[in-house]
T-cell receptor
Framework: QTVVTQEPSFSVSPGGTVTLTCGLS?????????PSWYQQTPGQAPRTLIY???IRSAGVPDRFSGSILDNKAVLTITGAQADDEFNYYC??????????FGGGTTVTVL | QLQLQESGPGLVKPSETLSLTCTVS??????????WDWIRQSPGKGLEWIAT????????YYNPSLKSRVTVSIDMSKSQFSLRLTSVTAADTAVYYC???????????WGQGTLATVSS
């Protein structure tokens, strides 16, 4: 069974850069997986940040960007702020209508 | 502005069937976002995709781990789509989100979610 991997946690200093990855337990992530990223506060619905690798959803600041690097999807947040402390989830499209979410990364701004 | 709202019983007994409905407003179910999804999140855990249905009802897709217990359906006349999950156990206790996405895009638009608790 395919597992989508994410770092459990990431810590960053204010103003620093956050780099979150989304990989596959077996194989490489490509644009065909349409990797997408979501931001969530516990108890609230997720918010779509980036879809199809690098397309920002409406209203998402350009501090947030997506890419594929070294066979993984990457979410980059520049100029980290306390307001960026959320859980971040990625999802990959596995074909045949099937989607698999990663386990999520908790970002802490120290 | 597209809005999705889940509804259904908050409490279900073990071995019974969980039925949820999502009502879509503020936009078309057949253009733009035309695939309609159910996603859940167990307490303190991550997101789990459950199923997707095309607005035509002609195509449905299920998480292999849940496929034997899940059915999704759609009623365009009511702008609603639904989830049925049979033989529930405590492991099915979760916040259930409905969402919609465009073809070949991960641009999920989310409902607020509804908590379904499985308990006797």
């Amino acid at each position: 069974q395919t597992v989508v991997t994410q770092e459990p946690s990431f810590s960053v200093s204010p103003g620093g850069t956050v780099t979150l990855t989304c990989g596959l337990s077996s194989g490489s992530v490509s644009n065909s997986h349409v990797p997408s990223w979501y931001q969530q506060t516990p108890g609230q619905a997720p918010r779509t940040l980036i879809y199809n690798t690098n397309i920002r959803s409406a209203g998402v600041p350009d501090r947030f960007s997506g890419s594929i690097l070294d066979n993984k999807a990457v979410l980059t947040i520049t100029g980290a702020q306390a307001d960026d402390e959320f859980n971040y989830y990625c999802v990959l499209y596995m074909g045949g209508g099937l989607w698999v979410f990663g386990g999520g990364t908790t970002v802490t701004v120290l | 502005q597209l809005q999705l709202q889940e509804s259904g019983p908050g409490l279900v007994k073990p071995s019974e069937t969980l039925s949820l409905t999502c009502t879509v407003s503020g936009g078309s179910m057949s253009s733009g976002r035309s695939y309609w999804d159910w996603i859940r999140q167990s307490p303190g855990k991550g997101l789990e995709w459950i199923a997707t249905i095309h607005y035509s009802g002609a195509a449905t897709y299920y998480n292999p781990s849940l496929k034997s217990r899940v059915t999704v359906s759609i009623d365009m006349s009511k702008s609603q789509f639904s989830l049925r999950l049979t033989s529930v156990t405590a492991a099915d206790t979760a916040v259930y989100y409905c969402a919609g996405h465009s073809p070949d895009r991960g641009d999920f638009h989310w409902g607020q979610g509804t908590l379904a608790t499985v308990s006797s």
